[in-house]
């Protein structure tokens, strides 16, 4: 259990990735289970899908990575004026 916490720990837009995958499936099928799909085509819909909730935890991470070099910005201002 410790393993999986802190894989999730260094890694959450996997995990984030995976979560949001797993939810935009299962929405899928329930969506379109009458549609009449054939296997292949349910291939590409799931796969599509999975690599759009990937786009999205990658999109979405783009604000992270402003955030930690702001927060890297401080540290430095910060240890500047103590050294002085």
Same mark, same amino acid.
């Given at each position: 259990?410790?393993?999986?916490?802190?894989?999730?720990?260094?890694?959450?837009? %996997?995990?984030?990735? %995976?979560?949001?995958? +797993?939810?935009?499936?299962?929405?899928?099928?329930?969506?379109?289970?009458?549609?009449?799909?054939?296997?292949?085509?349910?291939?590409?819909?799931?796969?599509?899908? %999975?690599?759009?909730?990937?786009?999205?935890?990658?999109?979405?991470?783009?604000?992270?990575?402003?955030?930690? @070099?702001?927060?890297?910005?401080?540290?430095?201002? @910060? +240890?500047?004026?103590?050294?002085?």
């Amino acid at each position: 259990m410790t393993t999986v916490r802190d894989f999730a720990k260094n890694h959450p837009q %996997i995990i984030a990735w %995976i979560v949001l995958a +797993i939810g935009m499936v299962i929405i899928l099928v329930w969506s379109a289970k009458d549609v009449g799909f054939t296997a292949g085509q349910w291939a590409a819909l799931v796969v599509t899908t %999975i690599l759009l909730a990937g786009a999205c935890v990658w999109i979405i991470g783009w604000g992270d990575d402003e955030e930690e @070099e702001e927060i890297e910005k401080e540290k430095v201002e @910060e +240890i500047d004026k103590a050294a002085s």
